[in-house]
């Protein structure tokens, strides 16, 4: 039994899959990419993953991509501890708030994490030219790439508009918290939702956006500590994998981009 | 015996996903098998605050089964998979699963809402949108609770040339992988001899393209992607999903507009 990652450190989706293979007690081999030098547009990789894009979890040998897929299919082939409920239609809404998640927060979480560490950091040096080029090599998501630019960033309607969809993501999560009894999404049982959810609000507590939810979603405030504090959070988010780690002089108000 | 209901419109490629896969498990036919809930998207009926109160996203489908209600159509199918185990729409083994699911959230990804791009251009944005000002069009915007992005993209005209060519690229990428995964797995289907609910899935976006015109993406030089559109389309399935007056082109005849009409009218 071999599991291998390629993953990057501060990827979303990275770290998901971190985190439940620690939930699953699992080890396994790290194979870690750097987006600036293109590790995820080479030949060699786009064979693993054609999406060009990273987590890709290898297991003997087959590989598997989309985090949300990789993280239920550990739970089928690892069933202990059980991270998704045993009964269909919790499952169907399970399913639900997963297609959610995929739709709402983790694109709107680019937003900002791009505007503000990842344009500047990879492309604010390099030619249009240089820029235009990779996006002529990306797969997937090209048109989010042209829609902020290599010098511009978002505009500030997408900005406005990401920060809504995270504010209508944690008020959801307030909600699940109330209607269920706690203490997870679901209810009593940690689930596929929490492992998923815990790194886009990681990443938006890490860049400064916690006063989104901290005054007045109590249920969802405490629902976070609790993630946080699982030994899950700690083996997944090692050193240096939040962007204030190792990006912090990006995150500085007077960096500039911060169109909030 | 079971009862479902399904909030749904004729029209909607993930109402038509859902009604695909009840048919192939078994129960083809609109208020025998199943009971429709019409949802008249034209009138917005999706953002009555009743509706919101089962779907919350303001959108088709929402599923109701013996009373309980799941939303998001990609659940849905997996759900109905689990309930009525025969015949299966998923590979038996996880690795198989997993492969059908990567492909299910391309397909969420990327066609779905590629598909949407030129069913707006092409039809929706000036049926709906052609005499609304800029106020109530922001207004009409801020009352959905997904997608106000997509339709400040859009505006009333419907999106332009940069965003189409980009829809265009899309569905001609999903077209290319659909080919090469019916060569590589030797056919009829996209996992290979299993028909899987990927098929079911991705079956109403792809006709909804062939629909507006732009067959001209794939017919020409993608075989293995042009029989296997003609392969899900003569399924029962799609006869019972598809019934007279599904496809946008029956719906709504008058507003009707194709690839080719728009490019003329727009001059590209």
Not at chain 1, 88 to 97: D, E, K, V, Y
Not at chain 2, 237 to 248: D, V
């Amino acid at each position: 039994m071999a599991l291998e990652l390629y993953h990057s450190d501060h990827s979303t989706c990275s770290q998901k899959v971190r985190i439940c293979l620690a939930e699953k007690g699992l080890d396994w081999k790290s194979h870690a990419l750097h987006f600036q030098s293109g590790d995820h547009l080479t030949p060699e990789y786009l064979k693993l993953n054609p999406n060009g894009v990273v987590p890709t979890l290898v297991h003997d040998g087959e590989p598997l991509i989309e985090s949300s897929v990789i993280v239920e299919y550990l739970d089928e082939i690892f069933p202990e501890p059980s991270l998704v409920p045993s009964d269909p239609l919790q499952r169907g809404r399970m399913r639900s708030w997963l297609r959610y998640m995929e739709e709402v927060p983790t694109p709107a979480v680019r937003v900002p994490s791009f505007n503000r560490v990842f344009r500047p950091l990879r492309y604010e040096n390099a030619t249009q030219e240089e820029f235009e080029a990779r996006i002529a090599r990306m797969p997937l998501r090209k048109a989010f790439y042209r829609r902020m630019g290599r010098i511009d960033g978002f505009s500030q309607d997408e900005v406005d508009n990401s920060m809504a969809q995270i504010r209508q993501t944690c008020e959801r999560i307030d909600a699940a918290i109330k209607a269920n009894g706690g203490p997870w999404i679901m209810g009593e049982q940690y689930t596929l939702i929490d492992v998923t959810l815990t790194p886009l609000i990681q990443r938006m507590a890490d860049m400064g956006y916690d006063y989104l939810w901290k005054d007045d979603l109590p249920d969802m405030v405490d629902w976070f500590d609790r993630v946080r504090a699982r030994p899950s959070f700690s083996t997944a988010f090692y050193a240096n994998t939040n962007l204030s780690d190792k990006y912090g002089e990006y995150l500085k108000p007077e960096a500039g981009h911060d169109k909030d | 015996m079971t009862k479902i209901e399904l909030y749904q419109a004729p029209q909607s490629t993930c109402s038509q996903k859902v009604r695909i896969t009840l048919a192939e498990k078994g129960f083809p036919e609109m208020n025998k098998d199943w009971i429709e809930r019409d949802v008249d998207l034209s009138k917005f009926q999706q953002l009555e605050p009743e509706y919101l109160k089962l779907n919350p996203n303001g959108v088709v489908p929402t599923f109701v089964h013996d009373g309980t209600v799941l939303i998001e159509s990609s659940a849905i199918l997996e759900y109905l998979d689990e309930v009525f185990p025969e015949p299966p729409l998923l590979p038996p083994d996880a690795a198989g699963r997993a492969r059908a699911r990567a492909w299910m959230r391309y397909i969420d990804e990327v066609p779905t809402t590629a598909v949407r791009v030129p069913t707006f251009a092409n039809m929706l944005a000036p049926m709906r949108f052609s005499k609304t000002n800029d106020n109530d069009f922001a207004a009409h915007a801020d009352r959905l609770p997904l997608r106000k992005q997509f339709y400040q993209r859009m505006s009333q005209k419907g999106f332009g040339k940069p965003e189409l060519e980009y829809a265009e690229f899309q569905i001609r990428q999903t077209c290319e992988r659909i080919d090469a995964a019916v060569a590589d797995h030797g056919g009829p289907w996209i996992m290979g001899e299993q028909y899987t609910m990927v098929d079911a899935q991705v079956t109403p976006l792809i006709d909804r393209m062939e629909d507006l015109g732009y067959a001209f993406l794939w017919e020409d030089d993608l075989p293995n992607a042009t029989a296997w559109l003609k392969g899900v389309q003569a399924r029962p399935s799609y006869a019972a999903a598809f019934y007279p007056g599904a496809r946008i082109s029956e719906r709504y005849p008058d507003f009707y507009r194709t690839a080719a009409d728009l490019k003329a009218e727009r001059g590209y």
